[in-house]
């Protein structure tokens, strides 16, 4: 069984629920836009649909951004960069993987970043009040093995390389820069988490500036779908987003998180959708909670239908 290909693994990449997200785009569409790619995983999943062949990935980190735009155009240099780097940690992993985090603060190249995020702690990124790269390193293990990096690095470029545009704008850039052919997924800083500043994000956003950017798409007639915050057992992270946009929510069940299994909790943790109005009458969506089995078991079909098996040899 293949699955689709994915060479950035982290904490709050939607990855894992992409399958269901994705019953909410149209068939088919002109452009996807991501104006918080991170990790791009709903370009890759909608490139291995087929739901479109052009895609804008954008994310205000720009260290990422580049990271992407690699990937995608520089498949064979940025794998053979990782093997090197992953084949230096041997004598001491611990202080290699610290040499390497002070490299990539000092520099922000995006070769030495792919290490630390296939290396750090839970795959979860953290950065410190300067916006410095702080997570530390994960004792158990030493990263994504070169091979299977470089799979899933041809992977993503055979999917997406002469389609996708990446680039590093503010997100009220990229939004202003979209039309109606468009379909806009958003996966912002969580309000419930983040505020203006948090640990786990390089940026923040304000979430009344948010709600206005949502606005002006309606104003558009954009279709978008954003997910932000949800709940976690019974606590809820966020303020709804205000009924004045009309938006459709869709709950998705994401099991236990991280920190519940830490603290051998059984907290579910379910995420928000909200969908716009004009794409929510297209696409026939209705307020819905979809179960993580269900998540599960449409995610596996999926992965087994529409990965690209045969990676082209010109690829370059």
């Given amino acids: 069984m293949m699955k689709v290909p994915h060479p950035i ?3 709050g990449s939607k990855r894992a ?3 269901n997200i994705l019953r909410y785009l ?7 836009v991501e104006p918080f790619a991170g990790t ?3 370009s890759i999943a909608c490139a291995a649909r087929g739901k479109t062949q052009v895609f804008w990935m954008n994310d205000f980190n720009k260290p990422l951004a580049e990271l992407l735009g690699m990937i995608i155009n520089r498949p064979f240099e940025i794998a053979d960069a990782y093997e090197q780097i992953w084949n230096q940690q041997h004598d001491d992993s611990i202080e290699h993987y610290y040499r390497v985090r002070e490299d990539f603060n000092r520099t922000g190249d995006p070769k030495f970043f792919l290490y630390l995020l296939a290396r750090c702690a839970k795959g979860s990124v953290r950065y410190n009040a300067e916006g410095l790269f702080n997570q530390s390193p ?3 293990r030493r990263g994504t093995l070169p091979k299977t990096m470089r799979e899933n690095i041809f992977g993503v470029s055979a999917l997406l390389k002469g389609k996708a545009v990446v680039s590093s704008h503010d997100y009220k850039d990229v939004l202003a820069n979209v039309n109606e052919d468009d379909v806009v997924y958003m996966d912002p800083p969580y309000q419930g ?3 203006d ?7 923040g956003i304000s979430h009344d500036e948010f709600v206005e950017a949502l606005s002006e798409l309606n104003r558009r007639q954009i279709r978008y779908v954003v997910s932000y915050d949800g709940r976690t057992g019974n606590k809820t992270f966020g303020a709804s987003m205000p009924e004045s946009l009309a938006l459709t929510l869709i709950e998705l069940e994401a099991g236990r998180s991280s920190q519940a299994t830490l603290l051998r909790r059984d907290a579910i943790t379910v995420e928000s959708l909200y969908v716009s109005s004009r794409l929510a009458a297209e696409v026939k969506a209705l307020p819905h909670f979809h179960r993580r089995r269900e998540t599960a078991q449409l995610a596996l079909m999926e992965s087994t239908a529409h990965y690209v098996e045969n990676i082209p040899e010109s690829i370059s």
Avoid: N
């Fill in 9 to 11: 693994q982290y904490q």
């Fill in 17 to 19: 629920l992409a399958s």
């Fill in 26 to 32: 149209p068939e088919r569409f002109g452009r996807l």
């Fill in 40 to 42: 791009a995983a709903m």
């Fill in 138 to 140: 994960d004792k158990r």
């Fill in 193 to 195: 988490v983040c505020g």
């Fill in 197 to 203: 500043r948090d640990s786990r994000y390089f940026a």
